[in-house]
């Protein structure tokens, strides 16, 4: 293992406009180690490299790297990253940041409010000056079920079940989670979209949940529900949600995310009267935090050569 000073590579896609504020932060983490972007380094610089720190590397820049032990990615989702390199054997570090997990449990709070509270009714209803008032639901009374109960999912349920909600979650594995209702497997998934009301997704985008969110799906969640996009965009099946929104038997979208981002001007997801658009707002990286948590598990593979948990490429995240 390399000594004090180290030469830490950053290595981000070209023209990545966030690179400087990315190497301060990091700096500012990581006084013992000299964090440079990727071009400064000459040959034998890259051949002392044994871990890069990544946001969207371009696949070619990381061969530069022939030693190279492993990435530490600054993002917690990194299916770009395993698509590119999942094949070649190289660990690949996601970000796993409690920052960023309250960050996204309080959007999914605040989300799951706006539906709870009817607010895309009532905006409706003030765009037609029209003074009227609904009966209430207590949040008791609705189901909020997350696709998802990672390190995301998890903290959202926590906050959810803070507000009285009653939670449900579906992960691949089974989970123990007091006060939520726990579900695993596809075939338990629609039991819990049976009933549902305000569906959250906050899956990985991999092989497996690509348009995992599709028209069955959609279908089996009862007249009136809502979803909540906060993971990847092509996790839900476009055009089947467009129908279920037509159609009337969704109540309503959130979505934070999309095939393609920024989302085109031509997009009908814009103009839809039962659709919310967000830019990628959910739960942005804290540069600061994420530092913080990149320096610890560099610092702490440099003193002891423990590599934190890498990614499962076969799996996907
Ligand atoms: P994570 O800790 O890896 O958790 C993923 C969860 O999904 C786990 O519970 C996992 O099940 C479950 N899962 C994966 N594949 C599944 C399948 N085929 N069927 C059922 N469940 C499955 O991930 P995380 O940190 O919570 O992050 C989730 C995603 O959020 C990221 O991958 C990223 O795309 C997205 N994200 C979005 C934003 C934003 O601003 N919009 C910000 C950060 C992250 P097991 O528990 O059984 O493994």
């Not at 590397?57 to 990194?78: F, I, K, M």
């Not at 009267?273 to 320096?295: E, K, Q």
């Not at 593979?301 to 499962?312: E, H, I, K, L, S």
Request: aromatic residues 6%; glycine residues 8%.
């Amino acid at each position: 293992m390399s000594g004090a000073q180290s030469v830490l590579p950053l290595v981000c896609a070209p023209g990545y406009p966030s690179a400087r504020a990315w190497l301060q932060a990091l700096q500012t983490a990581l006084p013992e180690e000299r964090v440079v972007p990727l071009d400064m380094l000459d040959a034998a610089q890259r051949a002392a490299c044994e871990v890069a720190i990544v946001a969207n590397p371009q696949p070619a820049d990381l061969r530069t790297l022939p030693n190279l032990q492993w990435v530490h990615s600054v993002w917690a989702g990194v299916e770009r990253l395993v698509g590119d390199l999942g094949g070649s054997g190289l660990p690949i570090v996601r970000l796993v940041d409690p920052q960023l997990a309250d960050t996204m449990a309080e959007a999914v709070l605040a989300w799951t409010l706006y539906l709870h509270r009817d607010m895309p009714r009532y905006a409706r209803q003030q765009a037609a000056r029209q003074w009227l008032a609904h009966d209430p639901v207590h949040a008791r009374e609705r189901t909020v079920s997350l696709l998802g109960l990672g390190a995301l999912g998890e903290a959202a349920a926590q906050r959810l079940l803070g507000a009285g909600f009653q939670v449900c979650g579906w992960s691949r594995t089974r989970k123990q989670l007091p006060g939520v209702h726990c579900h695993a497997g596809a075939a338990e998934l629609p039991a819990m979209l049976a009933r549902t009301d305000i569906l959250v997704c906050l899956l990985p985008l991999t092989p497996q949940t690509q348009g995992i969110v599709d028209a069955q799906a959609l279908a089996g969640l009862p007249a009136g529900a809502s979803l909540i996009n906060f993971a990847r965009g092509p996790i839900v099946d476009d055009a089947a949600l467009r129908a279920a929104l037509d159609s009337g038997h969704l109540g309503h979208a959130v979505l934070d995310v999309f095939a393609q981002e920024p989302l085109p001007e031509s997009a009908w997801q814009w103009t839809h009267p039962a659709v919310t658009v967000l830019p990628h707002i959910s739960a942005p990286t804290d540069r600061a935090t994420a530092s913080a948590i990149v320096a610890g598990n560099i610092r702490r593979w440099r003193a002891t050569g423990q590599m934190p948990q890498a990614v499962d490429a076969a799996r996907g995240y």
